[in-house]
């Protein structure tokens, strides 16, 4: 059993801390270092306090309270989702050994590794939304924001944890380290490329939070089914906070493209630019964009690190439990992208243990379809023949196969000469930058939100639109 959340400590926890004086003082020690890192690179706009959830158990039931709290006293906690004292490895050479409560000398380094490079997404991402405060456009998605950025905060503290607990003083020199990169700083960036790019608009911010934290939601996924206990608990419950953040982007893209529709219909017109809307093919560069520098964060097609990963049993396949074969796949193949001796894009069979990046990437993919359907729903529903789509697998990548070349949005391959001619109108130029800017002018006001973006059809935990979600100071 998981002891119940002790929110009587200074750093609430279901983990009973208490217990452990050595590592408790030495995550206690973290806490103010963590909470200076917050004031300096966390959310700049200064509120008095935010109507935020907290997670106070990982039940089933009522794990989340929602109340107003000023940002800096948020409970940032350790929880990991309960224990199943009978749990088995699924897959790899350890399938069917007990689960590991401990980490085994002959794999600390790579599940060290794994845990620092999630652990620092979650910071770098609050990172790169720090002065999204300035330009909400509403109360309601300032308080979203401001959830993601908490949360987040926790995701950090979650990693923190299992460095500190299970990594000795490789961990807690780890736990420093996630607090000293920055994203895009010269000297010291973020491990991975999509956390060092800017979030310097809402329209940015909706993206990533539908690709780039669905990234997370998948990475994640193949993290709780590693053979490592603790790891694997934290990342499930973490999931269930991810939710909301698929919720923030799903909707804000929806909504910008609703008012965009709207606009068009009632102006007869696509050019929405002199209407203060965002024009669909700008959003569709956004797209473009946030997708193929999500593509990015899943590794090269083919890779020995993941099969490691996969033999040893530190990250499994999305859905692990699910699959139909004999989870140790030894003698398997699949297919992934390649480039053909003469250079063209083609597919290649290769041991499925390598191919493991492509394949959590496929189903990824698969999910991000399902965003463009809806959107596309809302052009139809308009009565609008545009249509949103993902661009081609090998579009404007910078990690795999694809690296050296260039291709179009449909996977034409282009020469370098002809992508510098071209690719202005497949990604957002400075002009297209700077018109999604000029629209980012803050709606502070309690029911009020901003034109180039249509209101939620719900509020927060049943609350409606005009709540007062934020108080600014
Ligand atoms: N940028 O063998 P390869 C989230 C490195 S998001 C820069 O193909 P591997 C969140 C790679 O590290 C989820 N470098 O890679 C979202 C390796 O370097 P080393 C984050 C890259 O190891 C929003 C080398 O290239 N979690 O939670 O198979 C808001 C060779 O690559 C990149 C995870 O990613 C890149 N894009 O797989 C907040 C889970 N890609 O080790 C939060 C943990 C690769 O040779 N990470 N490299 O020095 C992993 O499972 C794996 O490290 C990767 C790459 C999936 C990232």
């Not at 380290?177 to 973020?190: D, F, I, Q, T, V």
């Not at 189903?363 to 139809?380: F, M, P, Q, S």
């Amino acid at each position: 059993m998981t002891a119940p959340a002790d929110y009587n400590e200074k750093i609430p926890n279901n983990v009973s801390l208490h217990e452990d004086r050595r590592l408790q003082r030495a995550l206690e020690s973290w806490q103010p270092n963590f909470l200076q890192w917050w004031e300096s690179m966390g959310p700049a706009l200064p509120t008095r306090d935010v109507y935020l959830r907290t997670a106070i158990n990982v039940g089933r039931e009522g794990w989340a309270q929602f109340g107003h709290v000023p940002m800096r006293d948020y409970r940032w906690g350790i929880f990991l989702a309960e224990r199943d004292p009978g749990r088995r490895i699924g897959f790899g050479e350890h399938k069917g050994e007990p689960a590991w409560n401990k980490v085994p000398g002959e794999y600390r380094a790579e599940l060290r590794r794994l845990i620092v490079v999630q652990g620092d997404t979650e910071p770098a991402s609050v990172e790169q939304q720090r002065n999204l405060g300035a330009t909400a456009p509403s109360l309601y998605d300032l308080r979203n924001l401001f959830q993601v950025n908490v949360e987040e905060g926790r995701h950090l503290w979650a990693m923190v944890y299992l460095l500190h607990a299970h990594f000795g003083r490789d961990g807690r020199d780890e736990a420093e380290e996630l607090l000293h990169r920055n994203s895009g700083s010269a000297e010291s960036p973020r491990i991975l490329g999509a956390f060092n790019e800017e979030t310097p608009d809402w329209l940015s911010f909706f993206m990533f939070t539908y690709f780039t934290d669905r990234d997370g939601k998948y990475q994640l996924g193949t993290l709780k089914e590693s053979a490592f206990d603790p790891l694997s608990r934290t990342c499930e419950f973490m999931l269930k906070e991810e939710a909301h953040h698929m919720m923030v982007g799903t909707t804000g893209i929806d909504r910008v493209v609703e008012r965009t529709a709207q606009v068009m219909v009632e102006n007869d017109t696509d050019d929405v630019v002199a209407l203060g809307a965002i024009p669909l093919n700008v959003i569709q560069k956004y797209l473009n964009f946030h997708y193929s520098v999500s593509l990015d964060l899943f590794g090269s097609e083919t890779s020995t690190n993941v099969a490691n990963y996969y033999t040893a049993g530190l990250k499994g396949r999305w859905m692990e439990d699910r699959r139909r074969d004999d989870h140790k796949l030894a003698s398997d193949a699949i297919m992934v992208d390649a480039l053909s001796e003469d250079g063209e894009i083609c597919q290649a069979e290769v041991a499925a243990l390598t191919g493991l990046n492509s394949d959590l990437r496929r189903e990824y993919i698969a999910d991000c379809e399902t965003g463009v359907r809806r959107w596309n729903k809302i052009l139809a529903d308009a009565g609008l023949p545009q249509r949103l789509y993902l661009p081609h697998v090998a579009f404007n990548r910078k990690v795999g196969v694809f690296a050296g070349v260039e291709a179009s949005p449909d996977g034409e391959k282009l020469s370098p000469h002809e992508w510098a001619q071209r690719s202005s109108a497949w990604l957002p130029t400075d002009v297209d930058k700077t018109y999604v800017r000029s629209l980012m002018q803050p709606v502070h006001e309690r029911g009020k939100i901003a034109a180039w973006i249509a209101p939620p059809r719900h509020g927060i935990n049943g609350k409606p639109f005009d709540y007062d979600y934020v108080h600014l100071s």
